[in-house]
């Protein structure tokens, strides 16, 4: 398996403030994707982000709110913007290896908007 | 549209207890992959298990296994002789063609001293 790692940790931020997560693998991954975990929910999925092109973003989520950059294979940023207390959340990437059918997940990012 | 049940929301057992926890899912692929993982009190999502949906053959690792039937579309998991370290949210998940993962709601497993 590959190691991935998400900046930062967690963080407390004021609303209508902007954050962005990043999340490196230390692998080259052709796929890469942004989940969200609301307090005590499961986990649903952003956005896919993909090398080269657009992120592609699930029903409920738009690219200004939460805009995603995937320069190259091993790296990824999630923004979540003009936050509100309702982004309070655990944001994770997740890879899936190309030669596996795993997918892994970062340690996360827990965000608190006040 | 796939969607994964996980009807327990919550299970408490005592530890050395064998536990199995449900996981139902729903598709209409033929092709198909069910993991399981697992979410501690840190946060961090850990992998614990990939099945395809042509091999059925049950899997044991260590005090856990698991119980594929695409017959009743279940994929359930069990931890023999639970100990107070596999308290955790376990998530049941389904991913098709498309890449994306689709998780159940979760169970909350305790498992007190």
């Known amino acids: 398996s590959a190691v991935i790692s998400q900046k930062p940790s967690r963080d407390i931020c004021q609303r209508g403030t902007s954050l962005t997560i990043q999340c490196q693998v230390d692998?080259?991954?052709?796929?890469m994707f942004w989940y969200r975990q609301q307090p005590g929910q499961s986990l649903t999925l952003i956005a896919t982000?993909?090398?080269?092109?657009?992120?592609?973003?699930e029903s409920g989520f738009v690219i200004d709110k939460f805009p995603i950059s995937r320069p190259n294979l091993t790296f990824s940023t999630l923004t979540v913007s003009n936050m509100s207390p309702e982004d309070s959340s655990i944001y994770l990437c997740?890879?899936?290896?190309?030669?596996?059918?795993?997918?892994?997940f970062g340690p996360g990012t827990r965000l608190t908007v006040t | 549209a796939q969607k994964v049940t996980q009807a327990q929301t919550e299970i408490s057992v005592v530890e050395k207890e064998d536990v199995t926890l449900d996981c139902v899912y729903e598709?209409?692929?033929?092709?198909?992959?069910l993991f399981w993982y697992k979410q501690p009190p840190s946060g961090e999502l850990v992998f614990l298990i990939r099945?395809?949906?042509?091999?059925?053959q049950n899997e044991i690792s260590g005090r856990y296994s698991w119980n594929f039937q695409k017959s009743t579309s279940s994929f359930n998991f069990t931890i023999t002789a639970s100990q107070v370290v596999d308290s955790a949210v376990y998530f049941c998940?389904?991913?098709?063609?498309?890449?994306?993962?689709?998780f159940g709601k979760g169970t909350k497993l305790t498992v007190n001293p």
């Open positions: 997740s890879f899936r290896l190309a030669d596996t059918y795993e997918q892994y």
């Open positions: 692998s080259q991954v052709t796929m």
């Open positions: 982000a993909n090398q080269g092109s657009e992120a592609t973003y």
């Open positions: 598709t209409r692929d033929t092709t198909y992959y």
């Open positions: 099945r395809n949906s042509f091999d059925e």
């Open positions: 998940a389904l991913r098709v063609w498309s890449e994306k993962l689709v």
